[in-house]
């Protein structure tokens, strides 16, 4: 093999010329390369350290300055054996070498020809093995032209926008008129991975090396364009803050010049005071330092400089190591519960029962106590009273008509205008961790798409899990086991199982008519006159006055409307004596409660409605206390059919096909002068007034089955009766719930005598001594109990059994 020659020094300081493509012997040595590939027609500086590879140079410098130079297959190995290098290397010669003071070789390789490295013939002290020439193959074509081309454009336009190229590469490529020429220069002069120079080296075949050669070159430009994308941003983006740093360094030394403190100094060092003073836990702590310290790094203009000082506000104002000292003497309470609320018997010493146990076991789970009652009985005041009680603070939050789980628990940090939940808000007001924290109206939660938050309310209420109640925006566990819950609700249904589950029901019924008189006496008016502006010399309220009030102008279970009529007298007085119209004490008894409030807005219907056969009084239960209701029956020639109205619920009707198919049934026992044919030559339409309040259960049963019997039989029923009760189709009847508050209802109608079913008979032993001395109560087993007691005149009990 014939090639050119290139001068190499000689130790006497001339030089002589070494012919670089003269015949290559059968063995060179062989000097690994770490993380290098060299090219053909390319001069490679190396660094040599190895002493093994030292020992090689200075013997190839004593001869031909021949040598092969292979690149390891894993750059990791520090001293590679012949199985560790590349099949494929290059013939070079030492051009030039440097001696480094520390032992160490600066050599100047100039690349000759491509060569495959065959079988080792020595491994010490440094690898020789046999080699075999791998020259280029090349095949002219217009596809290697137009690669030739491709490559020499390309790499000109990288040489333009890199810095680490020199110009001079874009001349010397531009005079390269060999395509496997171009390829070395080019590939050895890109910054590429080591496999793939080491793929570009192996390639025998030209315009394959030139394919791929431009593959890699595109993939470059792509990444510089990308790369040149990125660097002008981040100039701009280094430009405007030294523009503002350079600002902001005047603005100091202005402030200081002026003797003013840096305000956003000033504003982390008293964050910093406020959380050392909150006393976190070891958890918080560490969260609230990372933010302080992110606080501290970003300029007051950034967006999330305001939500991370709301945060650490937040943080520092919750009450994590602070707790009232609970004051619990039994006798205290009693008086503090006496004071605020009237009789309710039951419900202290249930109170009483659970203060007891937290003096004895103070460490002892608190229990989740839930008032359920028709509003206005005083849910909510018993929970200030139970706060008072023990010296704790007292929250109150309701919950009713909420839909979305972060009420609860809070939104994430990440959403604009994130806030804790309630519970979280509720804490950081009573300024404890351990109120006494009121939830209202927790039957009203709803749930949609936005969650559930009866679900989200079991971590809160559940002893066992709420310890480390985890709030969205505070991302911090907190203990909840010191707060003591309270919860109100009207009616129990709408409360999810698993949450009602953790409660302990306390139930509160209506008032009668003595006790409003009473609560309003004792607790009303008085609020109501100091509301007022007024004086007890001022304005006074007769028994006869409140029981005015009571009986019509409100209709309720609790006192709330009874208080806002006593506001509304207190206001009208008030006036006359801002006037200057009245100067004595003004005393209201029923004729100036007509007067200042207008005529009566409940009068009892009783009397006119049950004049006539077909009517009959049922008692109800609301959510608001119990009620009274009428059943109305009426026929007209027909065949048969029967129509209900009023806007009954399906279970309702339901009581109504049944107390048909009763008195139908047994009709010629309960009416014997009614016509055999009455029911099928008859429509009968059967109507419950007050058609817009939709209602619905079986407590009405009785009182539709007596309006049809009163109906067919032509007898009335008595105007001073009521009745409720579940009707069975063979004439049982069933117990009902809610007895109390339906008699309470009977009381305010003015309706002496109740039938209910004989299995509520055991429901009087809850009953106050007022309500029950001034009502009747018959207990039935079967509707021939009740339409005896109900219709006047009694059933004639010699008449021949209805046919079955």
Request: with cysteine; hydrophobic share 40%; glycine share 8%.
């Amino acid at each position: 093999m014939t090639g050119p020659a290139i001068e190499v020094p000689t130790p006497d300081g001339r030089t002589r010329e070494v012919p670089v493509g003269a015949a290559l012997p059968d063995a060179l040595p062989v000097l690994p390369l770490k993380d290098s590939v060299p090219f053909p027609d390319m001069l490679t500086p190396l660094a040599v350290g190895q002493p093994r590879s030292v020992q090689l140079v200075n013997d190839v410098l004593g001869g031909d300055r021949l040598l092969v130079m292979a690149a390891s297959r894993d750059g990791s190995i520090e001293d590679p054996t012949p199985e560790d290098l590349h099949d494929v290397g290059v013939v070079g010669v030492v051009a030039r070498m440097l001696k480094v003071p520390d032992g160490s070789l600066r050599i100047l390789v100039q690349g000759a020809q491509r060569v495959e490295i065959g079988e080792a013939v020595q491994r010490d002290p440094y690898i020789v093995a046999r080699i075999e020439a791998a020259p280029d193959v090349v095949e002219p074509s217009p596809e290697l032209e137009a690669l030739f081309r491709n490559v020499q454009q390309t790499f000109t336009q990288i040489v333009e926008q890199v810095p680490y190229l020199p110009e001079e590469l874009q001349l010397a490529v531009a005079n390269v008129e060999d395509p496997a020429e171009l390829a070395h220069m080019i590939a050895g002069s890109l910054r590429i991975k080591t496999d793939e120079r080491q793929e570009l080296l192996a390639e025998r075949d030209v315009a394959k090396r030139l394919r791929r050669l431009s593959e890699l070159l595109a993939r470059e430009a792509e990444l510089i364009s990308i790369g040149s994308k990125i660097q002008s941003q981040v100039e701009s983006e280094i430009d405007r803050g030294q523009r503002e740093f350079f600002l902001r360094q005047q603005l100091k030394a202005i402030q200081e010049e002026l003797g003013e403190t840096d305000e956003a100094a000033a504003e982390a060092a008293e964050l910093r005071e406020r959380i050392e003073a909150a006393g976190l836990p070891e958890h918080a702590a560490k969260q609230a330092e990372r933010e302080l310290a992110r606080f501290e790094r970003l300029p007051p203009q950034s967006a999330e400089h305001g939500t991370i000082r709301n945060y650490l506000e937040w943080l520092a104002e919750l009450p994590w190591s602070r707790s009232t000292e609970d004051h619990i003497d039994l006798k205290a309470a009693r008086e503090v519960l006496d004071r605020d609320h009237y009789d309710i018997e039951k419900v202290k010493d249930r109170i009483l029962e659970f203060l007891a146990v937290r003096k004895l076991k103070p460490d002892a789970p608190s229990s989740i106590i839930c008032f359920v009652g028709p509003p206005g009985v005083g849910k909510t005041s018993l929970g200030r009273s139970i706060a008072a009680a023990i010296g704790r603070e007292f929250e109150r939050i309701s919950v009713g008509g909420v839909r979305d789980e972060s009420e609860i628990r809070g939104h994430r940090r990440t959403y604009v205008g994130a806030m804790p939940g309630t519970i979280v808000r509720a804490l950081r007001d009573a300024g404890s961790n351990n109120p006494v924290l009121m939830i209202d109206e927790i039957d009203k939660m709803g749930a949609d798409f936005r969650g559930d938050p009866a679900s989200a309310m079991l971590e809160v209420l559940d002893p066992e899990q709420n310890g480390s109640f985890r709030d969205h925006y505070i991302d911090l566990p907190f203990d909840l086991s010191g707060v003591l819950f309270i919860t109100t609700a009207n009616q129990l249904e709408p409360i999810p199982g698993p949450l009602r589950d953790r409660m302990e029901i306390i139930q509160l019924a209506g008032y009668t008519e003595e006790e409003k008189l009473e609560i309003a006496k004792r607790y009303l008016v008085p609020r109501q006159v100091e509301r007022s502006g007024l004086v007890k010399s001022k304005l006074a309220f007769t028994d006869a006055g409140l029981r005015e009030l009571i009986d019509g102008y409100t209709r309720e279970a609790g006192v709330r409307s009874l208080e806002r009529e006593i506001g509304a007298i207190g206001r009208k007085v008030a006036r006359e004596f801002a006037e200057g119209t009245r100067r004595s004490k003004r005393t209201v008894g029923p004729k100036a409660v007509r007067e200042l409030l207008g005529k009566r807005r409940f009068d009892s219907e009783v009397s006119h409605r049950t004049d006539e056969p077909g009517v009959a009084t049922g008692l109800a239960w609301t959510p608001v206390g119990g009620d009274v209701l009428f059943v109305e029956a009426t026929a007209f020639p027909g065949d048969g059919k029967l129509q209900v109205t009023g806007q009954l619920g399906d279970v309702m009707r339901e009581s109504a096909s049944a107390a048909l198919s009763y008195v139908r049934r047994n009709a010629e026992r309960i009416a014997p002068d009614a016509p055999a044919d009455w029911f099928s030559s008859n429509d009968l339409h059967l109507h419950v007034p007050a058609g817009a309040i939709p209602k619905d259960g079986p407590s009405a049963g009785i009182t539709m089955a007596t309006a049809i019997a009163s109906l067919l039989s032509g007898r009335p029923v008595r105007p001073d009766t009521a009745m409720t009760g579940e009707i069975t189709l063979s004439g049982q009847v069933l117990p009902i719930g809610g007895l109390k508050e339906k008699a309470l209802a009977a009381q305010r109608a003015e309706i002496a005598r109740v039938i209910a079913p004989r299995r509520n008979e055991a429901d009087l032993d809850e009953f106050p001594p007022n309500l029950l001395a001034g009502m009747e109560f018959v207990f039935a087993d079967t509707v021939d109990d009740v339409l005896a007691a109900a219709l006047d005149g009694r059933l004639s009990s010699d008449r021949r059994k209805a046919k079955r």
